[in-house]
């Protein structure tokens, strides 16, 4: 039984690994610091474990040792505490943007600050297996990378690793998103009555996961991100232009050379149905990674699709794949949950 | 031309107000007061207004002298300013709760404290015009009945004034509401993320608009508060017992009796179609308060439904109702919107 | 290793039928039947089970015996086909409303025709274990309660038990639900563009739950079904008139007495916070239903509360639910999904 | 007093057209033609205008002779009826996509099929007055564009009026809508439950606005278009490159030169706020189009940004704004409602 922690257990990151965790057959929730809320119960928080679970918030200090530990922190707060959880566990899992981009120049522009540990940033392995599996079976620090950076670099990496697509002109990522991306502190922009039915661009340029996809894939990319009417979920368009001479096939071909034998990743491309491309809608608490594609042969421009659930794959259920795969579990373990149809 | 200004302009209901006014032939806004942000543009806190007005929020003490004043304070403050408004425009409609309930025994129980100016309180009159027009024609301070209430009201006004049901079972009114009602201060429980799609029972005894419905109708009501997926809108299903002998004849009678004539009240009563009773779907942004009734003659069990925009004929748009009647306007004046389908 | 088989499997209610069966650890899914698709994958109508199943549907002629068969089929069609069915399979759980009630004269009101398997009435026992736990240990024809009626029936069961209210007062039943329960049919009433947003009054009056509530507990009882925002999810405010002389404690009591060891019912009785009454939101893809109530001590009406999800409490959960109990398998068995926070 | 008609007026522009008109102090709506529905109240099918107008569909035969006819027809009836409308009518609107397209090479690709009436294309001046206001003056015939068409082109026309935007590159559109976008017929795709929540890329490719942007601007468009969650509300967002050496300062001004004597386009450029980019959130039930931009300097990529209610500025106000136009009516008459805010 893996004895696990969780850090910043009161947010909607932290309630995700928390659910996930609790019904995983191989961990043990150890701990679960909140320091807003230590002492109290936990689904006084997480409603949704009412009977699930008895345990309580307890404050980092009086967190126990533990085989893992997952940082679901504000951002920047996470590579200030870094060195004190690697001390306390075996691995320390990161889902904050703080250990996501390994070029301190690059972390400059995109957050606008200095990187206070960089000299463990190449110490960290980025907590995707679809992309890393082997490097992630021995890494101690793994960084779990963003919502909507999974969801494009999934949806584009067949079409760079099997070099489908012209590199110069890059991607250009049209991300849509819900509510609980922005975590569960209360503030104007997300008051019920400002974000419902709003299909709001609240970062046209320089999100951060647009570095994420830049430097998963060595291409360049552009991202714009609109938060759309959903509580969950997220769908990136990626939007490349095939290298002449590249057809509907190679792309189907490089999709299934890359998926096939990926338990979370599905390849959504029926010719008809209301379900043809991948929808995050059917994805809800689930850790499927839906992708799929379109393309239009005569101008060889190809939009490449993917959908997650922001929480579970695009966060917490990643975490928790990535921590399977370093343990040497089977992948799977405590991921099942299909999705709901309808939802 | 009215010169009016609205006090609290910068929450909804005083966006509400500013919409209306600026669009009415006869008004002239002259003052928009809000104590957080003196000096800034309108449309900076009310997007909607872009290119339809220029003006900026002043404070109260900037505020010029009116023909009216709307009062869209917090509850409680409007009972501390009252006399200070009162002394410097015509007519005061207020738009709290503070001078609803005319029994001072009752608003303490209902609000937990002291009435601060009792001795106004038989002054008011309310602003609905259904069933007070007459005495709204000369009064200079008005009180604009809770969205919740007015619905429930009208839906139960004919039933009580024709005598039909049995005043002893009282009436079991079920609100349901969207989330504008809570109003434009972000907070936990207006997170958009717990807000959506919820069915949040928020009141289920004792909610402030249940002393409304017995004080207008004389009758006992009991009132459980539901907030259900929506920004605007409320709907009450009001259930009552009829008299022996009182069939669905004479339901249709009191309500086309009572209503006929009324310019913002629609009797919804129609045999097939999706929209066979009061829906708040079809009635934002509108002044209409659509009623009907539905009745289980073998039990005797009657429902009365009303619905309408919490914000529109559920606040603002009544007051200007209000004032159309005291000024001797044309009733309509200014709320001649019909709503959206489908929205 | 239970053989079971689902009819009407392509049907919403079918669709998390198979979405639990398939997840169950005793149970293999040997048919899925369906008229309009035999022949065509499962998971071309549930996009949830895609990786998850490769079967495909089948006519009812192509059916396999099994140990047991669920029947989510149309109104009016279980009765029809119910001798069939019941030959081929050890146990039957039919999740229509043929069987729900046993009083053919209430049938012939609710449902407006003839009963057309009258003398199987008596030999269904109802799916609602925490009521009918000890008779459906041995039966083998189970008929599953209605969603609206469970979350009902759970809500007020503690109170009628403890003989805690007036019933000659009866009950008031608000229901509010999704529009998943009206099923996979389009039509112009479940349009996306008119039923979203919507508060619908649907059924007033003679809603067919409300013949069920009133025979499961012996109480006469009235109810108004209202759709609102929302494809998944019930929720029922109970309204009644408690004894002379009881109070909160009693009310408490009867509730934990009813219900604390039950492994889906949970007491939701909170202070403070969001979710302080059963709301549906946290429920979505669970077993749960959580019941609570409020209690007017100065006018002794109490509203007791009870949510679920329609789809899985309030029908292909709860009918899993009855079948691990009939075969005496752990109860929770594939039932244990927790729900998500935020949804 | 004009005397218009509507044909096609049960459909959901054809109630917008309705709504618009009946509120036009200038027009009388003498005819609201409808094939399904003739002899039928219009507020039985459009229940937004109970109260407002008891007038009743007729038959295309029993429509009267009228100053102008609006055709909200099904694709493809447009262009069968033309000479039919014309012939009874001083200027014909045509809402549908029939007469958008002058290239019948280009219409056959994206329609599929002939053109039927080829010789009058050339005769058909966009409904656009922001860019054909003076070749509508005296247009007797008049093609309202698509809605996510007439987004993305207000939002890329200044650039490319002053050749501010790589040409080669083209423009890459991604669109966003809402439900009623497809119309208010019933079918499995637009269910509720089917499309509540959803982010369907329903047509990555080849959508037919993408032939309507590329033709209005002469610029190689290529367009994805999703489904979000709304009822009505379209947003397009338009990425392409700068020429070198082009600035903010340059954008913003070619935006102002274009935009800043049009009532109804609003250029929406804030440093801070929720609504710092277009969001058809506060534009429902109004005509404006909102217009922005965002600009990565370091790359020259840059987002042009539209949105507008597509049955409004999208369709039926466009079009009650071009007869303004042709009318020589002042151009904002019946058009003032200024949007919702919060809805």
């Not at 995700?16 to 610091?33: D, F, I, T, W």
């Not at 957050?111 to 190449?122: N, V």
């Not at 001479?245 to 189907?252: A, W």
């Not at 929808?279 to 379109?294: E, H, R, T, W």
Request: glycine share 10%; charged share 20%.
């Amino acid at each position: 039984m893996l004895r696990v922690t969780v850090v910043g257990a009161a947010g909607y990151i932290g309630g995700e690994l928390l659910r996930l965790l609790l019904g995983h057959p191989e961990a043990e929730v150890v701990g679960a610091v909140s320091s807003r809320f230590p002492g109290k119960r936990i689904d006084g928080v997480h409603p949704n474990l009412r009977s699930v679970t008895d345990l309580t918030f307890c404050s980092a200090e009086d967190a126990p040792e533990s085989d893992a530990v997952f940082l679901a922190l504000p951002h920047r707060v996470a590579m200030t505490q870094i060195e004190q959880w690697r001390s306390r566990a075996g691995v320390v899992l990161d889902l904050t943007g703080d250990f996501r981009l390994h070029d301190t120049e690059v972390f400059r522009r995109y957050y606008g600050e200095e990187h206070l540990a960089p000299k463990l940033l190449d110490d960290f392995v980025p907590g995707l297996p679809e992309l890393y599996r082997e490097r992630l079976r021995t890494a101690d620090l793994i960084s779990v990378p963003g919502c909507m950076a999974t969801a494009a670099v999934l949806a584009l990496h067949p079409l760079v690793a099997h070099d489908l697509i012209d590199p110069e002109r890059g991607a250009q990522v049209d991300a849509k998103t819900g509510s609980s991306g922005s975590g569960a502190t209360a503030g104007q922009a997300n008051l019920h009555a400002e974000r419902s039915g709003a299909m709001r661009v609240f970062a046209p340029t320089r999100h951060r996961h647009e570095a994420e996809i830049a430097q998963h894939l060595g291409l360049p990319a552009a991202m714009t991100a609109t938060g759309v009417e959903a509580v969950r979920g997220a769908q990136t368009l990626c939007h490349a232009t095939l290298r002449p001479g590249v057809g509907t096939k190679d792309v189907r071909r490089a999709f299934r050379e890359c998926y096939a034998a990926e338990p979370f990743v599905r390849i959504v491309a029926h010719q008809r149905g209301i379900y043809r491309y991948p929808d995050p809608k059917i994805l809800l608490g689930s850790n499927f990674c839906d992708v799929g594609f379109a393309l239009d042969e005569d101008t060889r421009r190809l939009s490449a699709i993917g959908a997650l659930d922001n929480l579970v794959k695009g966060g917490a259920g990643n975490a928790v794949q990535s921590l399977n795969v370093r343990m040497g579990l089977p992948e799977t373990l405590g991921l099942t949950f299909p999705g709901l149809h309808p939802l």
